[in-house]
T-cell receptor
Framework: GAGVSQSPSNKVTEKGKDVELRCDPISGHTALYWYRQSLGQGLEFLIYFQGNSAPDKSGLPSDRFSAERTGGSVSTLTIQRTQQEDSAVYLCASSLLTAIPGNTIYFGEGSWLTVV | LAKTTQPISMDSYEGQEVNITCSHNNIATNDYITWYQQFPSQGPRFIIQ???TKVTNEVASLFIPADRKSSTLSLPRVSLSDTAVYYC??????????FGQGTELSVKP
């Protein structure tokens, strides 16, 4: 597609439910990133993928969070047993995983998650 | 990934030039300096990138001194629509890219 696409754009869920957030990167981008941003805060790095592999998962806040990427394209971020502190906007980004110049990161519009 | 330090917030008025400086003392030889802009309720977007000296595009200029331990993003004649958070990143490839808190620029009429 023309840009990074995320769905759903907004999600309200009850505490304790599981949620899945989807990211469709720019076609041909080998790197995919997930960030979380709480209201008024900076971007918190969660995880990144090189192809289908995630070299560094240390940013995931807890074992309730998991992410996968299949076919080198679409990625899903899953949050199990959601808690109110999970409420935030979840941003996905993608880039060509090459050396600079050219490694610009392109962000989607985010998935706004509210846990009630 | 080089650690960066930038002011938390800045205020300006319409029509003024705004300069935001970022410190990155442990920048590596292969690292580039990249600035992103984030408007409320949107994902960050690329503004400008440079390696040394000066880079200019239609949005901003980036000044990098010879030792590359700092960089300055310059926004000419800002308008209200330039109110945003500006992030400085130093890296040479993808990976675990940490954005930090950024600089919140407020432009007043």
């Amino acid at each position: 597609g023309a840009g990074v696409s995320q769905s759903p754009s907004n999600k309200v869920t009850e505490k304790g439910k599981d949620v899945e957030l989807r990211c469709d990167p720019i076609s041909g981008h080998t790197a995919l990133y997930w960030y979380r941003q709480s209201l008024g805060q900076g971007l918190e790095f969660l995880i990144y993928f090189q192809g289908n592999s995630a070299p560094d998962k240390s940013g995931l806040p807890s074992d309730r969070f998991s992410a996968e990427r299949t076919g080198g394209s679409v990625s899903t971020l899953t949050i199990q047993r959601t808690q109110q502190e999970d409420s935030a906007v979840y941003l996905c980004a993608s880039s060509l995983l090459t050396a600079i110049p050219g490694n610009t990161i392109y962000f989607g519009e985010g998935s706004w998650l509210t846990v009630v | 990934l080089a650690k960066t330090t930038q002011p938390i917030s800045m205020d300006s008025y319409e029509g003024q030039e705004v300069n935001i400086t970022c410190s990155h003392n442990n920048i590596a030889t292969n690292d580039y300096i990249t600035w992103y802009q984030q408007f409320p309720s949107q994902g960050p977007r690329f503004i400008i990138q440079g390696y040394k000296t000066k880079v200019t595009n239609e949005v901003a200029s980036l000044f990098i001194p010879a030792d590359r331990k700092s960089s300055t993003l310059s926004l000419p004649r800002v308008s209200l629509s330039d109110t945003a958070v500006y992030y400085c990143l130093v890296y040479n490839q993808g990976g675990k890219l940490i954005f930090g808190q950024g600089t919140e620029l407020s432009v007043k009429p």
